[in-house]
């Protein structure tokens, strides 16, 4: 199974990005699936996550309001919009499946960068 990012850039604050997780290997539609992010000198944190039965979507107080995550199933993809961009915001986003047959899977990240 491999996870494959994209869709960061270099953005203005306010502005917004299209991230994507596209899947291979495994049907998603299983499957939670979470987007992580990791800013410069910083731990990583957990950004949103969307279950595999109903789509339900869970966010971090921090990305509330302006961060949306979705699933197409089909598409075997994940996406994660996000609006209203801080300079916060600038770190690399991973996409990753918390439990696959007892283990999680990590993307290689996808960097965004937002200018203030």
């Known amino acids: 199974v491999q996870l494959q990012a994209s869709g960061g850039g270099e953005v203005q604050a306010g502005g917004s990005l299209r991230l994507s997780c596209k899947v291979s290997?495994?049907?998603?539609?299983?499957?939670?699936m979470a987007w992580f992010r990791q800013a410069p000198g910083k731990e990583q944190e957990f950004a949103a996550a969307?279950?595999?039965?109903?789509?339900?979507?869970y966010y971090a107080d921090s990305v509330k309001g302006r961060f949306a995550i979705s699933r197409d199933n089909d598409r075997n993809t994940v996406y994660l919009q996000i609006n209203q961009l801080k300079p916060e915001d600038t770190g690399i986003y991973y996409c990753?499946?918390?439990?696959?047959?007892?283990?999680?899977?990590w993307g290689q990240g996808t960097q965004v960068t937002v200018s203030s």
């Open positions: 990753m499946i918390p439990d696959i047959g007892g283990r999680s899977i």
């Open positions: 290997g495994r049907p998603i539609s299983s499957y939670l």
């Open positions: 969307v279950t595999w039965t109903t789509s339900s979507p």
